[in-house]
């Protein structure tokens, strides 16, 4: 399948699930990316999920999303639990409107639904040559500094900026050492996974993959990574109005309810303090990658350089699609 | 000496280095601050080196700070080479101004200097009901990613939110694994330092203190902590007019000039999108503080809490002086 083609499969998956087609195709859009990108958590394979959601009635297809206009500034959508991809689509867009207006715009949403990667919304600012900085909680991943058990989710902190050239900064990291899926991967080809990732389920640190799947995940650097996972908690699901900690709802098993997901995105002009930020960033970036090198490695590259890189190569090739996400997305269509 | 009696030797000092009465109160107050909290790095200890960059004309003690108004939301000041407590004590006061007034407030400092704890001056936000986002660059500390050169300063994330409680959450975390203090102290009394903090002079990680000071410390959790130094780097060095890219200077160790270090303040209202955030905010923590804990853990601590717990102990105590400062007080007011 060609990947024109996919995009057109996903959007017709999704158009037969209710989602206005342009609702869909904001969604098949953030998905194919997704893919090209190589995140492939963020990809087709959450398509069967999303259906299975608006089958249960737990994402709602047709939304009447409200934008709230606080100041010329500041903006709050309620989602009314449109699938995610939805309300950080108009959300972005909103904080740009903003920030272009203002100089800085914040919008925060709440009622919403896991909307894949954030350094997506992140480009789309940054194309505009604004800063975005963006935050959104999720389903519990990782256990708080001292906890045994799960509760802050991965809770990325993005940030993006205009770079000078046209592969933006985009910096989206997971407060989550390692994710889920690479432990199981462990588990099933009988490694050990690295120290200090994740504990038992007495709470005692493990490097067996097994033992760490009955226990918790940890955030990156102790107490730090605790502390900032907490913050994106605060800033995305207290501050917005949505569930917050450990409320959201895991997508894939959890069926009790909505997952009310809440994001927050502040974006502000480049230019505000310096009229040369463009130069003065790329200045900043050749001076780090003049630096000497640990052995190996090749290049110091900037986050964002390296999704970029993939989504380059992989334009120009056909998606693969395993066979299993070939047979849910038959399914989907039948 | 009583704590008071130290605050009016501090003063004393800084008016002999020719501060106005009104700045130097703001720096002794931030001084004894940072000893109350167990900040010794950014307290007395670093007292003989302002004076010494005055002397030489590397601190400005009679600063013209211009405030130059953007907006309602957003103020940039040029610091003129204040000390860096002046320069910060102004913006926070004036980024509180702004998010009164229109919720959110933005305030970039350049031509700054080491101005303490990023907490402290999040702290004066949090007492108004407001949240704070601090960044602040530094002298060079830790290697980006790939590198095996120090460029990125500990480049502290500062982020700080009223609580429903008198004890505010204040996360303010260094980007640096551990400082170069504690590598010194192991080099002293002959230990291992931790894996994963350091590199020696060749790039290759090490546990041995000695090599480690030869060589670079570490952002925390590899990539995902040298990206968010890179960002607290442009947020605070770039976007500012600040220096960047490893050009603040040493105060400690290099008088070829300014250190020109920039910060960046954000401020907003807590009730922007719900009235009720004091509450939910303490039902956050509530809900998180009964999680079960790991053997050996009493309490799941949210940032901030252990920093006003010593604070509140250590104000009904004298401040313990070392000798060291004690003679270094006491050539400062001869």
């Given at each position: 399948m060609k990947n024109k083609e996919l995009k057109n499969t996903i959007i017709k998956i999704l158009r037969k699930h209710n989602l206005s087609l342009l609702h869909s195709k904001i969604c098949a859009e953030a998905i194919i990316n997704a893919e090209l990108v190589g995140a492939y958590g963020h990809g087709l394979s959450r398509l069967k999920m999303y259906c299975e959601r608006i089958k249960r009635k737990?994402?709602?297809?047709?939304p009447k999303i409200s934008i709230k206009k606080l100041s010329e500034s500041i903006s709050h959508i309620?989602?009314?639990?449109?699938?995610g991809f939805v309300a950080a689509d108009l959300a972005i867009k909103r904080a740009i409107k903003n920030a272009k207006k203002t100089g800085i715009g914040m919008v925060a949403v709440k009622n919403s639904n896991h909307y894949g990667l954030s350094g997506y919304y992140a480009e789309q600012a940054v194309k505009k040559n604004l800063i975005a900085m963006i935050y959104t909680n999720a389903p519990p991943a990782i256990a708080p500094h001292g906890a045994r058990k799960s509760l802050f989710g991965t809770n990325p902190i993005c940030f993006g900026t205009p770079s000078?050239?046209?592969v933006p900064f985009i910096l989206d990291t997971s407060?989550?050492?390692?994710?889920r899926g690479k432990i199981r991967f462990a588990s099933k080809t009988n490694t050990k996974i690295p120290k200090g990732v994740a504990l038992d389920k007495s709470g005692k640190p493990t490097i067996n993959p097994n033992k760490a799947l009955e226990g918790v995940q940890l955030p990156i650097a102790g107490y730090r990574g605790s502390g900032l996972a907490w913050m994106v908690d605060i800033l995305s699901g207290v501050l917005t109005g949505s569930s917050h900690a450990g409320e959201v709802k895991d997508p894939f098993d959890d069926f009790s309810g909505p997952q009310n997901v809440g994001h927050l995105f502040i974006v502000f002009k480049?230019?505000?303090?310096?009229?040369n930020f463009n130069s003065r960033v790329r200045y900043n970036f050749i001076k780090i990658k003049k630096l000497p090198k640990v052995k190996g490695v090749k290049e110091i590259m900037y986050p964002g350089q390296n999704k970029y890189a993939r989504n380059r190569v992989n334009s120009k090739k056909r998606i693969k699609i395993s066979n299993q996400i070939r047979i849910e997305m038959k399914e989907l269509l039948d």
């Open positions: 737990l994402i709602n297809p047709k309620d989602a009314n639990n449109s699938i000078g050239s046209k407060m989550s050492v390692i994710n480049n230019n505000l303090f310096v009229k």
